[in-house]
């Protein structure tokens, strides 16, 4: 059974400050794995999607990494701002035919930026 | 890009009554739908998956006749929470996995449920 684990659980950091979420995960025969954001009392927002064949994957100010054998994730965030303040959550998952095809989710990163 | 839309977005009943919620996907079939639950402050625990034309896969603790789950088509799951007692109050998430888009998943807006 995957298991997901975040670090760290809460992040507040000033405005314009670089910063780095980890992400670990037990079963590391996955298909791909989805960074998403998730904002307080609203839905889950993708941010990045990596195939298990990739190893980083860049939007913008966002860039995550994979290393599937070893069973982490990384999110990047370039010159935080204000508006980055939200719940992250990495999603990694089985493939789309696979009995065990759905997301299992950890306690997520609780990011503050402050202005 | 993927789009689930679910409604409502928010409901309030009496404690006693059941309550029905919507997951469409708008642009995509998916034969496949989850369904989360979210309390404050925690993270999303997987509720079920739901199947189109057969019965829906409970996790583990959930109860299935008080969470009652339809997917009659493919682009259409319903979650109905039958007799809702309070402890029921929650924040219900759905999302499905679009085929299109690397096998990525979507997520409705969410369903703010307050039994009362």
């Known amino acids: 059974k995957q298991e997901v684990t975040q670090i760290p659980a809460a992040l507040s950091v000033p405005e314009g400050e670089n910063l780095v979420l980890n992400c670990s995960f037990t079963?590391?025969?996955?298909?791909?794995l989805q960074w998403f954001r998730q904002d307080p009392g609203k839905g889950l927002t993708s941010l990045l999607l990596?195939?298990?064949?990739?190893r980083e994957q860049t939007s913008g100010r966002l860039n995550a990494s994979l290393d599937k054998s070893s069973g982490r994730s990384t999110l990047y965030i370039a010159a935080s701002q204000p508006g980055d303040s939200a719940t992250y959550l990495c999603?990694?998952?089985?493939?789309?035919?696979?009995?065990?095809?759905?997301?299992?989710f950890g306690s997520g990163t609780r990011l503050s930026i402050r202005p | 890009g993927a789009v689930v839309s679910q409604h409502p977005s928010r409901v309030i009943c009496k404690s006693g009554t059941s309550v029905k919620i919507e997951c469409r996907s708008l642009?995509?079939?998916?034969?496949?739908m989850f369904w989360y639950r979210q309390f404050p402050k925690q993270s999303l625990m997987l509720m079920a998956t739901?199947?189109?034309?057969?019965?829906?896969?409970?996790e583990q603790g959930v109860e299935k006749d008080k969470f009652l789950i339809n997917h009659a088509s493919l682009t259409l799951s319903t979650l109905t929470v039958t007799s809702a007692h309070p402890e029921d109050s929650s924040f219900y998430i759905c999302?499905?996995?679009?085929?299109?888009?690397?096998?990525?998943?979507?997520f409705g807006s969410g369903t703010r449920l307050t039994v009362v």
């Open positions: 739901s199947n189109e034309g057969s019965k829906a896969t409970y």
């Open positions: 990596i195939q298990s064949s990739q």
């Open positions: 999302s499905a996995r679009d085929n299109r888009q690397d096998y990525g998943y979507t």
């Open positions: 642009d995509f079939q998916a034969t496949t």
């Open positions: 999603a990694p998952s089985r493939g789309p035919y696979s009995s065990a095809s759905k997301i299992i």
């Open positions: 079963d590391s025969a996955i298909y791909n």
